[in-house]
Each structure stands twice: as structure tokens, then as C-alpha cells.
DNA sequence: ATACTATTTGAGTGTCCACTCTAATTTGAG
DNA sequence: CTCAAATTAGAGTGGACACTCAAATAGTAT
């Protein structure tokens, strides 16, 4: 792949897949409508791509990053930057959020690889949460700041899985609640 | 299906399905190895059942039912009840914790007939919450007593679902401290 | 312009899927 | 014991799937 033709390919093929994903979910993505989608036929995508998993695999790592805020800030942000990063990334990428979690489900039995993806992904969240909480309450125990963090990252989890059932569920308002969860 | 055969074998197909769905996934379950797990053939899993769908619908049913603690207790338990019994079905029943995980993601996009029940089975936990939480703090208003029942549940979710990523998870550090969510 | 690759085409392959059908066997009511 | 109905056996069907391949076309360095 050296051509600018073939990187274009390349791009609108992924993005095909990301909406596939949030569309038709993981098993009703194919490689027949992955390619539709892209106006490309399959001897063009296996040109690109190794495999149907190779593909899913390099979509979703964008929808994975994009659940993170700027990195650019890390270091700086509180917990309500980073709750509202959050929010705004669900309610504005919502079907991307829906991905997240669907590949967050479907790793955690089929894929070792996208397991291990999803939880370092993750413990790189609950770690940015961890250092946010201990600047706003320095006299917090490591520990406790870390724990604390985990249940707070895995309760927003569980707000985003609520909305990719019921999508007229308002993320914002319980996601600032679940905030207490950390500084009490 | 009269006889007592057809019974016995009807709850066969039933366990073999809620297995292969907790090993497997929804959509790693086939008829084929739910046949080969139950010791039937094709043929009889159609006498018994009219599609795959319906059968999994019937299994799931038990592991949708099996999150609330003793009916009998309904409008006796207090929160902490709810929670340790949620904790108590978690851990024991693993599988089945990981089953409505996945079917209520899947049901998400897949199924209205799954999305239905999931969200009406998620009302039924709410109200219990709700009522609980009223019962402990009388002062409360009901919208915020719904309120914050709500983004518990959720928030608990939140716990199974990461629990069935990474079975080292400990749910019942993490379901206590939610706890506060809702008392504050 | 040439020559060499990257890319695209699109028909084709083998496999696995949910589901069907007919015939054989088992059940139990009368 | 009889016999109709319930159950099981197990090969078979059509369609959808991920993936392949040889030939045609398009891109670019020289």
C-alpha cells in the first residue's frame, strides 16, 4: 500500500466498519456490508486488509481512543473535566460509545487481544481518574483515591451500557451524579 | 409435548442453551452445539422448539429472573438487602450474571422482543430500589428517590459488566461503596 | 512513453448456519 | 395389548458467510 488511492480505500473502509459496528453491531457486520457501505469489493478490502478481525480490530481502536479527552490536558484536568469529557463523548459519539461497550462485552470471551486492549484502556482511564481525584483531595490514600476511581470509571460504564439499550436515557445527570461516588 | 421425555429433554436443550451462551457468547451459541451439549439431534430440538430464537428467549428468561433476590421479600428489603443480593448473584452465579450482561447489550439493536424485557425487567429493579431507598430516607422525594435508584442500578451494571471482562473483579467492594450513591 | 506495481474487479470456493423432512422408535391411554 | 400420537434420528437444503484468485486497470517513478 503505497498509493494515495489505496490509503483513501483504506480510510473510507474503516469508517464503513466503525458504522457497521454501531449500526448492525458486531455480528451483523460482514464483510459484504462493510464493503456496500465503502463502494469497494471484497478483493479490494482483502487487498488491505489481512482479515475481517484485522479490520474490526484497527476500527474500534479509534472509537476506544475517543472514550479518552485530549491527551494534551492529562496532568491538569479535574473530575469534572474528565466527567464531562465523558458526557460529551457519549452524548455526542453516542454510537461509538456503543461500540465501545459492545467490544468491551463480546472481548471479554472471544478475543484475548481485544481483552487485553479494552482492560488497558481501561486501567489508563482509572489511572487519570486516580491523579485527578488526588489533586482535588491530596489527603485521600493512594489506594483509596485508585479504588474509588475504578468503581467511579466502571459506574459511568454502566450508564453508557443503560444508554445503548435506552437511548433516550440522560447520561449527563447520572454521570454527575456517580461524581459523589469518588469525592463523597 | 405431552410425554415425560419430551420434558426432560426440553429442559436439557434449556441448560445446554444458557451454557453455551455464558461460554460462548449469543453469537458463538448454535444450534449445533447446543444439540451436541444437551446429547439431541436437530431434529429434536425443532420438535420442541419452534426456532432458535425462541429457545434462547425461554432460557434467558431464568437468568433475567434470577438478578432479583426473593420475591417473597418484595417490599420488606431494605437497600443493603438489594445489594448483597445482587452481590450474592454475581458471584455464584457468574455465568449467569454474564448472560444478562451480553443479552442486554445484544438486545440493544438486535431484538425489540429482548430489548422489551430487559428494560422492563430494569423498571421492576428500579422501583424495588426506589422503594427501598423511600422507606430508608422517608424525607426524600420520590422523583429523586427514582432518581438516584436509577443511577445505582446502573451504576451496578457498570460493576457486572467489568466483572465479566475481568472475573478478578471484586464486586462487593465496589457494589457497597455505590451504595452511596443513592444515601449520600 | 515505458515499465513496473499498486489497486480494483467480480466471479468463485468451501464451510457453517438455521432449519426441514421422512422414517424409525418410544410412549402411555384405553 | 393395541395403536395413535409424541418423540427422536439423521441426512439433507438453501443461503450467507469469510475469504481467494486471475485478470483488468490505474498510478507513478524514471
Do not use: W
Amino acid at each position: 500500500m503505497r498509493y494515495k488511492a489505496g490509503l483513501e480505500t483504506r480510510d473510507r473502509i474503516l469508517e464503513a466498519t466503525r458504522n457497521q459496528i454501531s449500526e448492525n453491531g458486531l455480528e451483523g457486520t460482514t464483510i459484504k456490508t462493510i464493503c456496500e457501505s465503502a463502494g469497494v469489493l471484497p478483493g479490494s478490502f482483502y487487498n488491505l486488509f489481512d482479515s475481517k478481525e484485522q479490520a474490526i480490530l484497527t476500527a474500534v481502536r479509534t472509537a476506544i481512543d475517543a472514550v479518552d479527552p485530549d491527551p494534551a490536558h492529562e496532568g491538569k484536568d479535574t473530575l469534572e473535566d474528565l466527567i464531562n469529557a465523558y458526557i460529551r463523548f457519549v452524548e455526542e459519539q453516542g454510537d461509538l460509545a456503543r461500540v465501545y461497550i459492545r467490544i468491551a462485552v463480546a472481548a471479554g470471551q472471544n478475543s484475548p487481544e481485544l481483552t487485553g486492549r479494552v482492560l488497558r484502556h481501561h486501567q489508563g482511564r482509572v489511572k487519570r481518574f486516580t491523579e485527578a481525584l488526588l489533586r482535588e483531595k491530596p489527603e485521600l490514600d493512594a489506594d483509596v483515591a485508585e479504588f474509588r476511581a475504578e468503581a467511579l470509571v466502571s459506574a459511568l460504564n454502566g450508564v453508557t451500557l443503560h444508554r445503548s439499550i435506552d437511548a433516550s436515557f440522560e447520561v449527563s445527570q447520572y454521570a454527575r451524579l456517580l461524581l459523589g461516588v469518588a469525592t463523597q
